[in-house]
Protein backbone atom coordinates (compact mmCIF):
# COMPACT_ATOMS: atom_id res chain seq x y z
CA UNK A 1 0.00 0.00 0.00
CA UNK A 2 1.04 3.84 -0.23
CA UNK A 3 0.06 6.55 1.11
CA UNK A 4 -0.47 10.00 -1.06
CA UNK A 5 -0.67 12.86 1.09
CA UNK A 6 -1.50 16.13 -0.37
CA UNK A 7 -0.68 19.48 1.03
CA UNK A 8 -2.24 22.94 -0.18
CA UNK A 9 -1.06 26.38 0.90
CA UNK A 10 -4.43 28.56 1.08
CA UNK A 11 -4.93 32.67 0.31
CA UNK A 12 -6.05 33.44 3.87
CA UNK A 13 -9.61 33.07 5.03
CA UNK A 14 -10.10 30.91 2.11
CA UNK A 15 -9.92 27.70 4.12
CA UNK A 16 -13.80 27.40 5.00
CA UNK A 17 -15.14 27.80 1.76
CA UNK A 18 -12.09 25.33 0.22
CA UNK A 19 -13.02 22.53 2.78
CA UNK A 20 -16.84 23.21 2.23
CA UNK A 21 -16.16 22.78 -1.93
CA UNK A 22 -14.24 19.50 -0.74
CA UNK A 23 -17.14 17.83 1.44
CA UNK A 24 -19.24 18.56 -1.72
CA UNK A 25 -17.19 16.68 -3.94
CA UNK A 26 -16.49 14.10 -2.00
CA UNK A 27 -19.39 11.81 -2.12
CA UNK A 28 -18.64 10.71 -4.85
CA UNK A 29 -14.97 11.30 -5.14
CA UNK A 30 -15.00 8.06 -2.77
CA UNK A 31 -16.69 5.88 -4.21
CA UNK A 32 -13.67 5.94 -6.29
CA UNK A 33 -10.87 5.46 -3.84
CA UNK A 34 -10.68 5.54 0.35
CA UNK A 35 -10.14 9.26 1.66
CA UNK A 36 -8.01 8.35 4.66
CA UNK A 37 -8.21 11.69 6.55
CA UNK A 38 -8.53 15.47 5.63
CA UNK A 39 -7.42 18.62 8.20
CA UNK A 40 -6.58 21.81 8.29
CA UNK A 41 -4.31 23.95 10.23
CA UNK A 42 -4.74 25.41 13.16
CA UNK A 43 -1.54 26.13 14.89
CA UNK A 44 1.82 26.07 12.67
CA UNK A 45 2.22 26.80 9.22
CA UNK A 46 -1.54 28.56 8.78
CA UNK A 47 -4.08 28.42 5.85
CA UNK A 48 -2.80 25.02 4.78
CA UNK A 49 -5.18 21.64 3.88
CA UNK A 50 -3.71 17.91 4.06
CA UNK A 51 -5.67 15.44 2.58
CA UNK A 52 -4.71 12.14 2.20
CA UNK A 53 -5.60 9.01 0.03
CA UNK A 54 -4.87 5.65 0.11
CA UNK A 55 -4.16 3.28 -2.71
CA UNK A 56 -2.77 -0.06 -3.95
CA UNK A 57 0.05 1.42 -5.92
CA UNK A 58 1.31 3.91 -8.19
CA UNK A 59 -0.62 1.91 -11.01
CA UNK A 60 -3.81 2.42 -8.95
CA UNK A 61 -3.33 5.82 -7.94
CA UNK A 62 -2.79 7.23 -11.78
CA UNK A 63 -5.70 4.89 -12.80
CA UNK A 64 -8.32 5.85 -10.67
CA UNK A 65 -7.02 9.54 -10.81
CA UNK A 66 -7.71 10.14 -14.46
CA UNK A 67 -11.07 8.47 -14.14
CA UNK A 68 -11.55 10.88 -11.44
CA UNK A 69 -10.54 13.48 -13.96
CA UNK A 70 -12.59 11.98 -16.18
CA UNK A 71 -15.69 11.53 -14.73
CA UNK A 72 -15.54 15.43 -13.87
CA UNK A 73 -16.17 14.92 -10.09
CA UNK A 74 -12.49 15.75 -8.94
CA UNK A 75 -11.04 18.14 -8.68
CA UNK A 76 -13.23 20.36 -6.44
CA UNK A 77 -13.11 23.72 -8.67
CA UNK A 78 -10.93 25.39 -5.68
CA UNK A 79 -7.79 26.96 -8.16
CA UNK A 80 -8.75 30.48 -7.46
CA UNK A 81 -7.52 29.76 -3.66
CA UNK A 82 -4.48 28.02 -4.22
CA UNK A 83 -0.91 29.60 -4.09
CA UNK A 84 0.73 26.51 -3.58
CA UNK A 85 0.48 22.48 -3.73
CA UNK A 86 2.99 19.62 -2.56
CA UNK A 87 2.28 15.94 -3.27
CA UNK A 88 3.96 13.16 -1.29
CA UNK A 89 4.04 9.50 -1.86
CA UNK A 90 4.63 7.60 1.57
CA UNK A 91 5.09 4.01 2.62
CA UNK A 92 4.19 3.36 5.80
CA UNK A 93 6.46 1.84 8.34
CA UNK A 94 5.78 -1.74 9.26
CA UNK A 95 4.37 -0.38 13.04
CA UNK A 96 1.75 1.98 11.05
CA UNK A 97 -1.52 1.31 12.29
CA UNK A 98 -4.29 0.11 9.76
CA UNK A 99 -6.19 3.34 8.29
CA UNK A 100 -9.38 3.70 8.95
CA UNK A 101 -12.35 5.64 10.40
CA UNK A 102 -11.20 7.04 14.37
CA UNK A 103 -12.29 9.69 16.35
CA UNK A 104 -9.64 11.50 17.65
CA UNK A 105 -10.20 15.74 18.82
CA UNK A 106 -7.08 17.38 16.67
CA UNK A 107 -4.28 16.11 15.25
CA UNK A 108 -0.47 16.80 15.17
CA UNK A 109 1.45 16.32 11.88
CA UNK A 110 5.28 16.20 12.08
CA UNK A 111 7.70 15.95 9.14
CA UNK A 112 11.04 15.41 9.49
CA UNK A 113 13.84 15.52 6.86
CA UNK A 114 16.75 13.46 7.63
CA UNK A 115 20.28 12.72 6.08
CA UNK A 116 20.80 10.54 2.84
CA UNK A 117 20.52 6.76 3.64
CA UNK A 118 18.50 7.42 7.55
CA UNK A 119 15.25 6.49 7.10
CA UNK A 120 16.53 2.67 7.78
CA UNK A 121 17.76 3.48 11.06
CA UNK A 122 14.87 5.69 11.98
CA UNK A 123 12.69 2.63 11.60
CA UNK A 124 14.43 0.30 13.69
CA UNK A 125 14.62 2.93 16.60
CA UNK A 126 10.84 3.42 16.06
CA UNK A 127 10.22 -0.25 15.95
CA UNK A 128 12.07 -0.48 19.76
CA UNK A 129 10.05 2.26 21.24
CA UNK A 130 6.90 2.33 19.50
CA UNK A 131 5.00 0.00 21.67
CA UNK A 132 5.53 1.89 24.98
CA UNK A 133 4.96 5.08 23.65
CA UNK A 134 0.99 4.68 22.22
CA UNK A 135 0.48 3.10 25.34
CA UNK A 136 0.27 7.06 26.23
CA UNK A 137 -1.83 8.26 22.78
CA UNK A 138 -2.46 6.64 19.61
CA UNK A 139 -0.14 6.77 16.50
CA UNK A 140 -2.30 7.53 13.51
CA UNK A 141 0.36 7.28 10.83
CA UNK A 142 4.03 7.18 10.37
CA UNK A 143 6.14 6.09 7.09
CA UNK A 144 8.47 8.04 4.44
CA UNK A 145 8.77 9.69 1.15
CA UNK A 146 8.97 7.41 -1.83
CA UNK A 147 7.97 10.29 -3.92
CA UNK A 148 8.32 13.30 -2.94
CA UNK A 149 11.11 15.19 -0.54
CA UNK A 150 13.30 12.62 -0.24
CA UNK A 151 14.28 11.36 3.49
CA UNK A 152 11.12 13.09 4.39
CA UNK A 153 9.79 10.96 7.45
CA UNK A 154 5.66 11.61 8.86
CA UNK A 155 4.25 10.78 11.62
CA UNK A 156 0.89 11.58 12.82
CA UNK A 157 -0.85 11.33 16.36
CA UNK A 158 -4.10 11.84 17.67
CA UNK A 159 -5.04 13.84 20.82
CA UNK A 160 -8.12 14.96 22.86
CA UNK A 161 -7.11 18.60 22.92
CA UNK A 162 -3.61 20.30 23.61
CA UNK A 163 -3.66 20.01 27.28
CA UNK A 164 -3.11 15.92 26.77
CA UNK A 165 -0.75 16.81 23.84
CA UNK A 166 1.20 18.49 26.73
CA UNK A 167 0.86 16.08 29.22
CA UNK A 168 1.64 12.79 26.83
CA UNK A 169 4.91 14.30 25.71
CA UNK A 170 5.47 15.14 28.97
CA UNK A 171 5.30 11.86 30.58
CA UNK A 172 6.73 10.21 27.56
CA UNK A 173 9.92 11.92 28.16
CA UNK A 174 9.76 11.29 32.03
CA UNK A 175 9.68 7.77 31.44
CA UNK A 176 12.57 7.70 28.82
CA UNK A 177 10.51 5.82 26.61
CA UNK A 178 10.27 9.05 23.76
CA UNK A 179 11.91 10.46 21.70
CA UNK A 180 13.61 7.38 20.19
CA UNK A 181 17.20 7.69 20.45
CA UNK A 182 19.98 7.16 17.53
CA UNK A 183 17.40 7.31 15.01
CA UNK A 184 19.57 8.86 12.21
CA UNK A 185 20.88 12.01 11.48
CA UNK A 186 18.33 14.86 11.78
CA UNK A 187 18.50 17.86 9.75
CA UNK A 188 15.08 19.33 9.91
CA UNK A 189 11.38 19.02 11.73
CA UNK A 190 8.17 20.43 10.79
CA UNK A 191 5.27 20.34 13.26
CA UNK A 192 1.46 21.33 12.49
CA UNK A 193 -1.66 20.79 14.65
CA UNK A 194 -4.76 20.20 12.43
CA UNK A 195 -8.39 20.03 12.63
CA UNK A 196 -10.81 16.85 10.76
CA UNK A 197 -13.09 18.04 8.63
CA UNK A 198 -16.49 16.85 9.28
CA UNK A 199 -16.16 14.27 6.53
CA UNK A 200 -13.10 13.09 7.46
CA UNK A 201 -12.99 10.00 8.09
CA UNK A 202 -10.33 10.39 11.29
CA UNK A 203 -11.94 12.59 13.02
Not at 58 to 71: G, M, P, Q, T
Not at 156 to 183: C, F, M, Q, T
Request: hydrophobic share 40%.
Amino acid sequence: MIVEMRTYLLKPTSVPEVVKRFGDAMPERVKLSPLVGFWHTEIGRLNHIIHMWSYKDLAERDRIRAEAVKSGVWPPKIQEFILEMESKILIPAPFSPPLGERKLGLYEVRSYIYGAGSIPTVIKAWSEKIEARTKLSPLVFAGHTELGPLNNWVHIWGYADLNERARVRAEAVKLGIWPPSSSGTLMKQENWIALPASFSPLR
